[in-house]
């Protein structure tokens, strides 16, 4: 079974604007890392862009606020475990780019990633991950959909992320 991931963030302010730059110059670099790492099964790309095909139609969630520029940041992916997830999210460079998202970022009203495991054929598709965003923010987090706060196994059962395997896990990498 996979871990699927979806993220969401609303820009401050123009997504192609000079306040983004940073935000944009990093981008490529942690697809780059993402692309590269083992854990990592798959992610959707964009109808709009060079790379992996996207996993159905671009939607987003019901948060999205139109700034007349059509796009926010979101993303979709398949990892194997939890620990590799969290190691890559928050740590290295993503974890650099995640300080300074208040440079770039509304303060959101909605969570910033929800989890799920994927028992499905294929890969989960952008609508699926809206809906699993939508029902944690709605509901909280239940086997459906989570987060690493109150994360839930592949048995749908509570669990608890193992911090000293993500952290082995960042030393092999190392």
């Not at 996993?55 to 992916?77: H, I, N």
């Amino acid at each position: 079974m996979a871990l699927a991931l979806y993220t969401f963030g609303m820009f401050a302010a123009l997504a192609e604007g000079p306040a983004n730059d940073g935000f944009r110059k990093l981008n490529d670099q942690i697809f780059e890392l993402v692309d590269q790492a083992e854990s990592l099964i798959a992610r959707s790309g964009y109808a709009s862009d060079p790379g992996p095909s996207p996993w159905g139609l671009e939607v987003y969630a019901r948060f999205y606020c139109e700034t007349c520029d059509d796009w926010s940041p979101a993303t979709l992916s398949l990892w194997t475990n939890m620990e590799s997830l969290f190691s890559f999210t928050y740590f290295g460079l993503h974890a650099a780019a995640l300080r300074r998202g208040r440079e770039w970022f509304q303060r959101p009203q909605w969570p910033l990633l929800v989890m799920w495991w994927h028992t499905g054929q294929g890969y989960p598709t952008w609508a699926e991950g809206v809906m699993r965003h939508e029902h944690l923010h709605d509901n909280g987090a239940s086997p459906a959909a989570f987060d690493f706060k109150q994360p839930f196994d592949e048995t749908r059962a509570p669990t608890k992320l193992d911090r000293a395997r993500s952290k082995k896990l960042r030393a092999s990498r190392a």
